[in-house]
Structure formats: structure tokens, C-alpha cells
């Protein structure tokens, strides 16, 4: 099972851009999907972007299509969420996680089909 750590959270004003970075210790033989998922207090962990890492395909939520970019940097092993724009609605626990195999596109956003998890990285966003 692959181990993750994230980097990158901190604190920012609105407007602000932060970059996150998840690295997988090993990308085994099958695994498809790095996601980035994030929990405000009190709320649901939500799914925010993802990437299909063999063939780079990008997925998003539409709550952050046009402010966040997913990326990936395979020689490093890691994964790359580009904040920009960033307000107060996004201050909450940053994850990612990984998948092995093939899943739905309409299930690549769902905290239930991932496997593994990294510890998090809080980002808090003023106004």
C-alpha cells in the first residue's frame, strides 16, 4: 500500500494562491488515481480534483474548475494542486489519496473508492 505526505498547506489572505504537494512513496505497477480531498469543520471530507495518472487526465470539482490545477510530476513521484484564488470557503484539512485500478469517471471525486490516505496538510484562508 503506497504511504503519502503532504506539503504545502499554510495560511493565505483571500485571493491568495498556495501550491500542495503529495508525495506517494511508490507508484506501484497499477496505481491510476491521486486525488486531493479536503474537510472544513464540521463538514464532509469532500472530493476537490484528481488526476488519472497514466494518461495525466485532470478531474474537478465545479466549485474550483478555473482557480485549481492537478499535476503531476511522475520522476518525483508526486502530485501537485495549484490554489489560486482562494477564499475563505476553502480553508479546511487538505488529503490526498490514492487509488490502484479502474474506476468509474463518475466515482474519481468519491472519498469511498480510495485506499490510501496521507495525514494532511491544513490550509486556512482569511478575509
Known amino acids: 500500500q503506497a504511504q503519502l505526505v503532504e506539503s504545502g498547506g499554510g495560511s493565505v489572505q483571500a485571493g491568495g494562491s498556495l501550491r500542495l504537494s503529495c508525495t506517494v512513496s511508490?507508484?506501484?505497477?497499477?496505481?491510476?488515481?491521486v486525488a486531493w480531498f479536503r474537510q472544513a469543520p464540521g463538514k464532509e471530507r469532500e472530493g476537490v480534483a484528481a488526476?488519472?495518472?497514466?494518461?495525466?487526465?485532470?478531474y474537478y470539482h465545479d466549485s474550483v474548475k478555473g482557480r485549481f490545477t492537478i499535476s503531476q510530476d511522475n520522476p518525483r513521484n508526486t502530485v501537485y494542486l495549484q490554489m489560486n484564488s482562494l477564499g475563505p470557503e476553502d480553508t479546511a484539512m487538505y488529503y490526498c489519496?490514492?487509488?490502484?485500478?479502474?474506476?468509474?469517471?463518475?466515482?474519481?471525486?468519491?472519498?469511498?473508492?480510495?485506499?490510501?490516505w496521507g495525514h494532511g496538510t491544513q490550509v486556512t484562508v482569511s478575509s
Open positions: 489519496a490514492t487509488f490502484a485500478g479502474w474506476m468509474s469517471p463518475s466515482r474519481v471525486l468519491s472519498t469511498n473508492e480510495y485506499t490510501s
Open positions: 511508490r507508484y506501484t505497477y497499477n496505481l491510476a488515481y
Open positions: 488526476v488519472y495518472i497514466r494518461d495525466g487526465t485532470p
